[in-house]
């Protein structure tokens, strides 16, 4: 997905209240913005970084300024990381259109949004003559403390759990199960489970994979112009 209009490069100053954040664009005028990440940030959120916000004009928004991106020191010197939780279904559904998930690639009907299990949705449902319907749950990730690795969760996630639960019913039920870590960052070359930071989600993911929930993890590619699927990540210990 590409950016249009650009993005506008900030310095960061602070986020806070989950939802805002305050920063200062290049020509020196402060400004307030909305977060579009409500979840702990781990690692991307230190005062003095350069950001990229979108810029939207629509009356009945309160915030002219939408915080998408930062920039973060890695391995491989910075990296441009997506922190913006609206895009992963997007960027996964380009995912799976482009092939890059091959098992999936095959389905002609991708549905969004549809409610299954325990009064939930599932972000997608796949269907095809002839192909057993394949339910599809997205995680955004953007946590590394280790260069190279990419991990999930960044805190303890009772949601997160519930979906792996329930993945595991549709499977039991004769449906395929699809867990998708969509990476919004491109230093990392392994995915893994964060098992210190919430140990109950790594013990659903593990009870998801013996009752026959698949699971891929995909990186992007991130830049201020655009954000693009790139390739498959092995995740540790499949």
Not at 25 to 44: A, D, H, I, Q, V
Not at 83 to 102: K, V
Not at 126 to 146: I, M
């Amino acid at each position: 997905m590409r950016f249009d209009p650009p993005l506008i490069p900030a310095t960061l100053v602070q986020r806070y209240k989950r939802f805002l954040f305050d920063a200062v664009l290049e020509n020196g005028t402060p400004f307030t913005g909305s977060c579009p990440n409500t979840g702990s940030m781990r690692g991307l959120t230190a005062p003095g970084s350069k950001i990229w916000v979108s810029e939207h004009d629509s009356p009945t928004r309160k915030y002219r300024h939408m915080f998408e991106m930062i920039e973060v020191a890695s391995g491989t010197g910075s990296e441009t990381v997506g922190i913006n939780t609206g895009l992963p279904n997007r960027l996964a559904e380009e995912a799976i259109r482009a092939g890059l998930i091959p098992s999936l690639g095959n389905y002609p009907v991708i549905l969004r949004e549809q409610k299954y299990g325990r009064n939930s949705r599932i972000d997608f449902l796949l269907s095809g003559e002839g192909l057993p319907n394949a339910y599809v749950e997205v995680k955004n990730v953007h946590f590394s403390r280790e260069a190279g690795l990419a991990e999930f969760p960044d805190t303890v996630t009772k949601r997160g759990a519930k979906h792996l639960e329930e993945l595991g019913d549709m499977v039991e039920a004769g449906h395929r199960a699809v867990m998708i870590y969509l990476i919004q960052r491109h230093d990392c070359e392994r995915f893994r489970i964060c098992a210190d930071l919430d140990p109950l989600y790594a013990l659903g993911f593990e009870r998801a994979r013996a009752r026959g929930v698949e699971a891929y993890a995909v990186r992007c590619r991130v830049s201020p112009q655009e954000i693009v699927p790139s390739s498959l990540v092995p995740i540790d210990g499949i």
